[in-house]
């Protein structure tokens, strides 16, 4: 038998093409996630652009005010004057 040969005919069977298109995804993806870092990975800094630009949207299409007061805790005098009550 013949590698091509072997290769073409599994080839021509739909789930093989499925589970080798599967493979090189998850392969793709987790070499994405994880180069060079987790945190400076393509994905990450994608999801984090994503991720910002969907806050300003909705700040800029949906402003509603907080539904309860927020509350620092631990917060020293002088950073408690640089916020407004």
Do not use: H, Y
Not at 33 to 49: H, K, M
């Amino acid at each position: 038998m013949d590698i091509p040969g072997t290769l073409s005919r599994w080839w021509a069977l739909r789930t093989s093409q499925n589970v080798m298109l599967l493979a090189v995804a998850i392969l793709l993806f987790s070499f994405l996630l994880r180069v060079p870092t987790a945190d400076q990975s393509v994905l990450g800094v994608l999801e984090r652009i994503s991720f910002d630009l969907q806050m300003k949207f909705l700040r800029a299409a949906l402003p509603r005010p907080a539904q309860v007061d927020p509350i620092l805790i631990g917060i020293d005098e002088s950073a408690e004057d640089a916020f407004d009550d």
